[in-house]
Each structure stands twice: as C-alpha cells, then as structure tokens.
C-alpha cells in the first residue's frame, strides 16, 4: 500500500543549526513528493516539490528512490521555520489525484 | 478573500446527529477534495471531486457523503456521529483534477462530537 511515514512527531533545534525532517515512503511506481508547512494561525500550504529541484526559504529536499527517502533540510536554522511539516506523495490515477499525507512533524526552533 | 473558505470554523454536536460542513474552492478552482485530521492520526484523503464529479474516493465512511454542486461549492455530510468523528476536516482545492499535488487549503472546520 502507498504509505508516508515521517518517523519524529517532534523536532527540536537551536537557532543556526542545521535541521533535518525526515520523510520515507512506499509506492511502487514512480513517486511524486512534496512538501507542505503550517505555520501558527496559517493554512497548510505547498512549500516544495521534488521535480522543482528548487530551494524555498533555504529548504531543500532530494528524492532517494533507492532508500525510498524525502528529507527536508535546511543548513540554518531560523526561528519563523518553527511550524509542522507534512511529505506527501501524489498518486494520480485515472484523471484524479489524491495526496497522502505523513503524520506530520512539529519543528521548534529554540532561540 | 479568494482563497478556499470553509464554514462552520466550529461545531459542537452529540452523537446521532448529522452535520454538514461547506466549502468554497479559490475562484477559478475546479477540483475540491475533503480530508480529516484527527488526534492521532495524519490528514487522511476522504474523497475528490472534480467539476461536480466524483474522482476519487479514500476511507470515506459510508455515513459520510459529498457532493460538488454547479457552483463549484461543495458540501460534506457527516451523518450518525460518533465520539470517534472528532476532527478537524479540511476542504482544498486545485485548478485541475491532476494538478501535480499543489492544493490550496482552507482553514479547516473543527467538529466536536459529545
């Protein structure tokens, strides 16, 4: 079954240093992952997705198909990246898609 | 504001009852899809609708339905509530109904059932 797992319901970090939150999956075909950020009173909304290749208020995160991985990182840490952090994966199938979400990591960002 | 809307913002209801949750997509949005988030678990995928079509359905309780309707506003029913429906539901909506995992969502509607 397609499955996202995000193994630490909590991460902790000081300012500065560097944060990784960790995503794996289970999907047989060609996978399609993202990455989504609720900050404090905001809407859950896109922050990456892994065909971009592009870099979003410092984050970056590489596909791994062979450890079936999609780790968000970032070198430094700041304290407005405190917020929960979901991976997805996209499985789209006769014209429709549906998004599968992790359990979600809580970032805190100690000053 | 167009971003996707959703109301009630709250709602306190006793087992039994049935409840129906609205949501309205981004202005131009064809596809709506409703997902719950309970204590313990993630957002889970209920079902997808795309211009008043049903897409895609995921563990959507049968006492649970949806439907889009010509305006593009969509509509969940949650019927025979139960202690365990507890959750924050949330609407999102895409421009089309594959729309390369970009959703846009709402601010949730939490529901308390006692």
């Known amino acids: 079954a397609q499955r996202v797992t995000q193994p630490e319901k909590l991460l902790s970090v000081f300012k500065g240093a560097p944060v990784e939150l960790k995503c794996n999956y289970s999907?047989?075909?060609?996978?399609?992952l993202f990455w989504y950020v609720q900050y404090s009173r905001q809407r859950l909304q896109l922050l990456l997705r892994?065909?971009s290749r592009e870099s979003i208020k410092g984050f970056t995160a590489d596909l791994n198909k062979g450890e079936t991985s999609f780790h968000l990182k970032k070198p430094f840490a700041q304290e407005e990246d405190s917020a929960m952090y979901y991976c997805a994966l996209s499985l789209v199938s006769k014209g429709a898609q549906k998004l599968v979400f992790g359990q979600g990591t809580r970032l805190t960002i100690n000053p | 504001d167009s971003g996707v809307t959703q109301t009630p913002k709250h709602l306190i209801t006793a087992t039994g009852q049935r409840v129906t949750l609205r949501c309205s997509p981004r202005s131009g949005d064809l596809s709506v899809y409703w997902y719950q988030q309970s204590l313990d678990q993630g957002l889970q995928f209920l079902i997808q609708y795309y211009n008043g079509e049903e897409r895609a359905k995921g563990n959507i309780l049968e006492r649970f339905s949806a439907q889009q309707f010509p305006d593009l506003h969509s509509e969940l029913n949650l019927s025979s509530l139960e202690l365990g429906d507890s959750a924050l539901y949330f609407c999102a909506s895409s421009v089309g109904p594959t729309n390369t995992g970009e959703l846009f969502f709402g601010e949730g509607s939490r529901l308390t059932v006692l």
């Open positions: 999907y047989s075909g060609s996978p399609e």
């Open positions: 892994h065909i």
